[in-house]
């Protein structure tokens, strides 16, 4: 806000922006060095799991526990499909969804629907154009990678104290808002984000 000449104040975009920056600027000037360091063993620690879930063994593990034999981008492809619950998307709202090209998507769509897991329907609005939707066998197989994932992820806190895995759980809520704000500002709607986990 700038207060003009006749005393009110008028919203100004740079005025904003250059708070911003200065309040960035001193918030990081205010870090102690040992938060420094603590930020980057964060960063560390963030690799090491980034690099943990990426791995196709891992990946490929996971899906073996589920008793499901399907690639990567079909399950990427399930899941986006899963999070927009009920709605029919068009094959290029699931390439912008999935950072992909839309005939990749259209390649994996029709794999999916011999299995039985996705289907087409007219879109109403284009006659040309089909929505894809998640079918009931689809819906069973994402379910059951995501109990395996969870079967997985409960191994990992085996030893940990009840109250460490709550302060874990609400730290993580915490830093996980902040991404997910972070990514909207600078990728527009949640819809428009790349990749998600899978």
């Given at each position: 806000?700038?207060l003009t000449?006749?005393?009110?104040?008028?919203?100004?975009?740079?005025?904003?922006?250059?708070?911003?920056?200065?309040?960035?600027?001193?918030?990081?000037?205010?870090?102690?060095?040992?938060?420094?360091?603590?930020?980057?063993?964060?960063?560390s620690s963030?690799?090491?799991?980034?690099?943990?879930?990426?791995?196709?063994?891992?990946?490929?593990?996971?899906?073996?526990?589920?008793?499901?034999?399907?690639d990567r981008?079909?399950?990427?492809?399930?899941?986006?499909?899963?999070?927009?619950?009920?709605?029919?998307?068009?094959?290029?709202?699931?390439?912008?969804?999935?950072?992909?090209?839309?005939?990749?998507?259209?390649?994996?769509?029709?794999?999916?629907?011999?299995?039985?897991?996705?289907?087409?329907?007219?879109?109403?609005?284009?006659?040309?154009?089909?929505?894809?939707?998640?079918?009931?066998?689809?819906?069973?197989?994402?379910?059951?990678?995501?109990?395996?994932?969870?079967?997985?992820?409960?191994?990992?806190?085996?030893?940990?104290?009840?109250?460490?895995?709550?302060?874990?759980?609400?730290?993580?809520?915490?830093?996980?808002?902040?991404?997910?704000?972070?990514?909207?500002?600078?990728?527009?709607?949640?819809?428009?984000?790349?990749?998600?986990?899978?």
């Amino acid at each position: 806000m700038l207060l003009t000449s006749e005393g009110t104040l008028r919203s100004s975009t740079s005025t904003i922006i250059c708070v911003l920056k200065a309040t960035t600027q001193t918030m990081e000037g205010r870090r102690s060095k040992s938060g420094a360091t603590i930020i980057k063993e964060i960063q560390s620690s963030l690799q090491i799991v980034s690099q943990s879930t990426n791995q196709i063994r891992v990946h490929e593990e996971l899906l073996r526990a589920a008793g499901v034999r399907l690639d990567r981008a079909g399950v990427s492809l399930l899941y986006k499909l899963r999070l927009c619950a009920n709605t029919a998307l068009r094959v290029t709202s699931l390439a912008a969804l999935l950072g992909v090209d839309a005939p990749t998507v259209t390649r994996k769509v029709q794999q999916l629907e011999r299995l039985g897991y996705v289907a087409r329907e007219p879109d109403p609005d284009d006659g040309r154009a089909s929505l894809i939707r998640l079918t009931g066998s689809g819906q069973d197989i994402v379910e059951r990678i995501l109990a395996a994932h969870l079967d997985r992820l409960t191994r990992l806190f085996d030893g940990w104290d009840d109250d460490d895995v709550r302060l874990f759980g609400a730290l993580l809520g915490k830093f996980s808002e902040a991404i997910r704000k972070d990514t909207e500002a600078i990728y527009g709607c949640s819809n428009e984000r790349p990749n998600s986990a899978t």
